[in-house]
């Protein structure tokens, strides 16, 4: 009987052997025993009594046998396929990659509520939007053949990219909030573009495990004010520049132009030598000693004037 149950639910012979007691030929538990001893039994008192009393009496233990058979088949089934089931959502969940932390430090959450909801940032924020949607979808349009950038459609599209770094959105990031940073995401499911646009990360944010779940959380909790092109955040990464990679930038470029600099006062102290040059005459030469020669000869005669001058003066009186 349970082995009829088995083929009309459809199992497989492999699980006779988790219930070897239903088995054809196995012996039987003692349950089953009662069961088939009490059948015996009423079979016998319908040999010396009514036919009808003997025939109920026979039913009612094939009845509860069959009931038996069906709960105790229902729940090895059961069993077995929750056991078969469970391996396999097991090694799913183990396949799994730890996924990153969806929300962020509560000094950095306030923060980024702060700046999103700044006067300032919205203004520039917005100019900055509609800037970006331009170049991205001028860009679709020369990169795919059909392109439908309202409802995010392409098709025929080859590798797409748009650069949207907005210069006042950074300086008003950098000098009020926090670091310009930028995030390099695709725009639509069904196309190709990605844009690589200005993100503000608050300075409160601006730090490993924040940074790590930030667009995430951003993502999340501000979904409903996101639409159209700036609905889908999920293949976004945030870049952001270092501190020691712009030092090391800083000092290189001072390197560079301290060598241009000594390079260029070389050139201006420093005449360059030409061979073959003649740079002064023997003429010119002579002409500049006999020219010294004199004025040494007049100096010298106008010594020896002045020095005899003197005495006769003295020795005539006409010094009065």
């Known amino acids: ?83 078969s089931e469970a391996p396999s959502s097991t090694v799913s969940v183990a396949a799994q990659a730890p996924g990153r932390r969806l929300t962020t430090s509560s000094l950095c959450r306030q923060a980024l509520e702060a700046m999103l909801t700044n006067e300032h940032w919205n203004f520039m924020n917005h100019s900055f939007t509609k800037w970006c949607r331009i170049k991205a979808e001028n860009e679709m349009a020369r990169c795919c053949g059909v392109a439908d950038f309202e409802l995010g459609r392409a098709e025929s599209c080859d590798e797409c990219f748009a650069s949207c770094h907005h210069q006042h959105m950074i300086d008003l990031c950098s000098s009020y909030f926090g670091t310009a940073c930028s995030v390099d995401r695709k725009l639509f499911a069904g196309s190709t573009l990605r844009v690589s646009e200005t993100f503000c990360v608050p300075a409160e944010c601006d730090n490993g495990s924040d940074r790590e779940s930030l667009i995430n959380w951003f993502a999340t909790l501000y979904a409903a004010r996101l639409s159209g092109w700036h609905s889908d955040w999920d293949d976004a990464i945030l870049s952001c520049p270092s501190a020691a990679v712009g030092a090391l930038l800083w000092t290189l470029l001072a390197i560079i132009l301290t060598i241009v600099f000594l390079v260029i006062l070389y050139f201006l102290m420093v005449a360059p030598k030409e061979a073959g040059r003649e740079l002064i005459s023997q003429e010119e030469m002579q002409a500049e000693a006999e020219a010294e020669a004199e004025k040494e000869a007049y100096n010298d005669l106008r010594g020896t004037a002045q020095m005899g001058g003197g005495e006769s003066l003295g020795q005539t009186g006409l010094s009065r």
């Open 1 to 83: 009987l349970a082995q009829a149950i088995l083929a009309q639910i459809g199992q497989p012979a492999a699980y006779w052997s988790a219930f070897p007691a239903l088995q054809p030929g196995a012996t039987r538990p003692l349950g089953l025993l009662r069961v088939g001893r009490a059948n015996q039994q009423a079979m016998a008192v319908g040999a010396d009594g009514d036919h009808a009393s003997a025939v109920a009496a026979s039913r009612r233990p094939s009845l509860v046998t069959i009931c038996c058979a069906a709960v105790a088949v229902a729940a090895v089934t059961a069993g077995l396929a929750s056991a």
